[in-house]
């Protein structure tokens, strides 16, 4: 995606606007625009105030095409742009860089219009008020939306004749969203039973002919899946399993699923996961990922194990930077607002153009790609799905089914050499701390389940993404910044603690105490500076800089879309107390899950995660710890036999022979395991500060954690 030819703020010239030394790629989008953009912050305020104008919000990403589509239609037309720069104190903001200002705004938009989304455009009182928005506004009366034109002139003229009314209107709406944000009347009491509503909930929503969950447009809803394949392992109801199988199933077999390259793409416009918005996101596949190592763990069918590596393989030739460490922020959809996802989709003649022709045959029924396909901006492009069983292909063509899958393993790898020529769609490397977090500890999961070359890829790879983020976003006393580069952004309670739990699987995967203090570090900045100490955690740090405009102090519990941030706050706190005994850790996870616990149930599928935090403060963490010398055989097998169980928060600990306990392990583990022998092969299995007799033999060792479902749940407090 180009970043745009410069322009001047105020006037079509060639002179750069605002925007154009932004570290955001979003931002820099717009610095050929003729507005007089500013970024969010206090300069944009000040002259709002000076000027007694209205603020025009524009929040968007650099993945998103509407918020280019109205940038086209809208922003970059001169005479618009001056009726704004005269009217308004224009200011753009990147919803990946400043989530905070993004949630808020989306809240209250929401509020008023009754829809959210990108682009949200947004109107505002001088103080940063918001009494007046929508989404995308086109540049004529359409679609039964008024033109942009029109909507600029009302607010104009409402500003100045009736401002009493937005006033009251803005002061209404802060109302709003301060006791929405902060879940004034959410706190209730606690227990495991809110996790059974929240599952209930979600397999009412569950569609049984094309998997996930309610109708379409789908998108993926991975702490879903993952509380499913959690409460299966406890109570091996079918039912739940069946439904993350034909989930993950039909979205691995669907176009939202790239099949020539990996990777999914953001969510389905239809319920059967065919036709996708193009657009890839880190923190989409980073989950999608973990669902697919769980569900191999738990049924071993291959195509899940395929599909995790197909992500896999994807983001090293894609989204991350394989020199220095680090995981890109996403893969746009489009070359331009022309096409829609066609890097992405075939013709039947590029089809045969690109294949030997018996090859073409195959793939035309394996993907099903005709003369007309599923894109309506152009009837024939097809989206690449997964049709037909290679062997009902055979049977079709009088081919042997080995030929057929030789045939159309062949023509994938060709295929996307021919896809690769094409204008590539922009990738925004931008390195966001979350985001990153995430995805090391999906690599760290990888690596442990996956075995060979890729799984000790993953683990190198993850090692060196998690010692950058320390290196370069790290702050003794502000914690993790939110991106890496450019001037420090701070961090936010999602950077902190996905950090912490990123740290805390380093830790695991290495034993190397340093990522274990890290963690602690992280975790003490999270209980000093964004706990509140009637329960719960705000999304922004107590001595963060104002942040201008909507100062609410929110917390955050829905998946939208990544996990929310107080759950999993809570899940890092648990980890922590059963690592440390510290009961700070644990009363603050418990009053975290209190805050919400009167209304979690309601939001169901939308804050999953707090069903997981639920499940994993009822019946802790489980640790397995491996001993024996490094060449062990016997170890080995143990260790394999640990890492191949699937339980939400399991962790995997192997000591070698050369290792004392007190160096290799946290206080509170060693102390559960005072005669534990480094240099003997056994497996020791804990749960709750009570751990069973150590364990010799890889069967009996399957055996043990094949009934851990009652017994973890049943460990002490």
């Known amino acids: 995606m180009s970043e745009g030819v410069p322009h001047h703020p105020d006037v079509a010239t060639n002179v750069p606007n605002r925007l154009s030394g932004s570290a955001s790629p979003y931002l820099r989008s717009a610095a050929s625009q003729p507005v007089s953009w500013y970024e969010w912050g206090p300069e944009a305020f000040a002259r709002a105030r000076a000027e007694d104008k209205p603020i025009l919000l524009d929040i968007g990403a650099v993945w998103c095409h509407w918020c280019h589509v109205i940038d086209r239609e809208s922003y970059e037309d001169p005479e618009l742009a001056a009726f704004i720069n005269h009217a308004f104190i224009p200011i753009k903001v990147d919803r990946d860089e400043r989530p905070d200002v993004d949630a808020r705004y989306q ?59 937005l006033e009251n209107t803005a002061g209404a709406l802060v109302n709003a969203v301060t006791q929405a944000e902060t879940f004034a009347n959410a706190r209730g009491e606690w227990s495991e039973g809110l996790a059974e509503k929240q599952i209930a909930g979600i397999m009412q929503r569950f569609d049984p002919h094309q ?42 077999h669907g176009g939202v699923y790239d099949q020539l390259a990996g990777g999914f793409h953001r969510y389905s416009v239809d319920d059967r996961w065919l036709v996708p918005h193009f657009e890839k996101m880190s923190y989409d596949n980073s989950e999608l990922l973990k669902n697919y190592l769980h569900a191999y763990q738990v049924t071993n069918n291959r195509l899940f194990g395929d599909t995790a590596a197909g992500i896999i393989a994807w983001v090293a030739r894609v989204l991350s930077d394989q020199e220095r460490g680090g995981f890109y922020a996403s893969q746009d959809a489009d070359i331009s607002l022309e096409d829609d996802g066609d890097y ?33 901006h152009n009837p024939a492009k097809n989206v690449l799905w997964v049709a037909r069983d290679p062997k009902a292909i055979a049977e079709a063509l009088g081919r042997s089914a080995q030929d057929v899958e030789l045939a159309i393993r062949n023509s994938r790898a060709r295929l996307l050499g021919v896809r690769e020529n094409r204008p590539t769609p922009f990738v925004d490397t931008t390195l966001y701390t979350s985001w990153n977090a995430m995805f090391v500890s999906a690599y760290f999961e990888a690596a442990s389940v996956l075995e060979g070359e890729m799984g000790a890829g993953c683990r190198y ?17 502000r914690g993790f910044a939110h991106r890496l580069g450019g001037d420090r952004l701070d961090g936010t309670l999602d950077d902190q603690v996905f950090m912490a739990g990123a740290l ?9 105490r340093r990522y274990f203090a890290a963690a602690e570090a992280a975790m003490k900045i999270v209980m000093e500076k964004y706990a509140d100490p009637a329960g719960g955690f705000f999304d922004r740090s107590s001595d963060a800089a104002p942040m201008g405009g909507l100062e609410v102090r929110r917390k955050p519990l829905q998946d939208s879309p990544t996990p929310g941030g107080n759950p999993v706050a809570v899940i890092a706190l648990e980890r922590m107390y059963a690592y440390t005994g510290d009961r700070r850790y644990r009363e603050g996870a418990q009053a975290a899950l209190e805050t ?112 851990m479902g009652s017994a973890a749940g049943a460990a002490g407090n």
């Open 504 to 512: 805390l699987d380093g830790f695991e995967a290495t034993l190397e």
């Open 107 to 165: 809240t209250a938009v929401s509020a008023l219009s009754g829809q959210g989304g990108w682009p949200l455009t947004g109107f505002l009182l001088p103080d940063g008020r918001p009494f007046y928005g929508g989404t995308y506004f086109p540049p004529t009366d359409a679609m039964g939306r008024p033109s942009f034109r029109r909507v600029l002139e009302s607010v104009k003229d409402a500003f100045r004749e009736r401002r009493a009314e």
């Open 596 to 707: 919400f616990a009167g209304t979690a149930p309601d939001y169901g599928l939308f804050a999953a995660t707090y069903g997981l935090a639920t499940v994993l403060h009822a019946r802790h963490p489980l640790q397995i710890v491996v001993t024996g010398a490094a060449e062990d055989e016997a170890a080995a097998r143990l260790e394999l036999t640990a890492r191949s169980f699937y339980r939400f928060g399991k962790a995997v600990l192997r000591v070698h022979g050369q290792l004392s306990q007190k160096d290799a392990l946290p206080p509170a583990l060693a102390e559960t395991l005072p005669h534990l022998r480094a240099d003997k092969a056994q497996a020791f299995v804990c749960a709750g500060g009570t751990c069973y007799p150590p364990v010799e033999d890889a069967d009996k060792l399957s055996e043990l954690l094949a009934k």
């Open 211 to 252: 998997g996930g969950f309610g109708r379409g447009p789908k998108f993926p809803h991975s702490s879903a899946i993952d509380l499913l394949l959690e409460r299966y392992q406890t109570t091996r109801t079918p039912e739940l399993l069946w439904a993350v199988r034909t989930t993950l199933e039909k979205m691995a």
């Open 461 to 477: 790879f993850a090692l060196l993404t998690l010692d950058r983020l320390l290196a370069e976003g790290w702050d003794e006393r």
């Open 344 to 376: 992405f989709t075939w013709t039947l003649d590029e089809l045969r153009a690109a294949l030997p022709a018996e090859d073409a045959r195959v793939i035309e029924l394996y993907y099903d790609v005709g003369a007309h396909g599923e894109m309506h």
